[in-house]
């Protein structure tokens, strides 16, 4: 009922800057969540950043000072502003969307962000 479009990955050398988007089409009520998610090789899936409707933010500590999370109500999208980006945030990253009052999860494909050395 809820699909995710991500966009935004990519290549890019340590230091450098992406952005990625996530637009939710389908039943998508207003009470919600929005926010990344990301995997490395080998390693669990862990939380990024979390945005609400009424705008309240949450960040990893790795990523708190370079990555910064928005969200459009009107086009149910989300973004993630990454600066000064390390190896160590190469994972593949996914969009979620969270619905508040059942706790219903759902999740993007992922898109792959490569930060090289």
């Known amino acids: 009922q809820v699909q995710l479009a991500e966009s935004g990955g990519g290549l890019v050398q340590a230091g450098g800057s992406l952005r990625l988007s996530c637009a939710a089409s389908?039943?998508?009520?207003?009470?919600?969540?929005m926010g990344w998610y990301r995997q490395a090789p080998g390693k669990q899936r862990e939380l990024v950043s979390t945005?609400?409707?009424?705008?309240?933010?949450n960040y990893a500590d790795s990523v708190k000072g370079r990555f910064a999370i928005s969200r459009d109500n009107a086009k149910n999208t989300v973004y993630l502003q990454m600066n000064s980006l390390k190896p160590e945030d190469t994972a593949v990253y996914y969009c979620?969307?969270?619905?508040?009052?059942?706790?219903?999860?759902?999740w993007g494909k992922g898109t792959l962000v490569t930060v090289s050395s």
């Open positions: 979620n969307v969270r619905i508040l009052i059942s706790n219903m999860n759902y």
């Open positions: 945005i609400t409707s009424s705008g309240r933010t």
């Open positions: 389908g039943s998508i009520f207003s009470n919600n969540a």
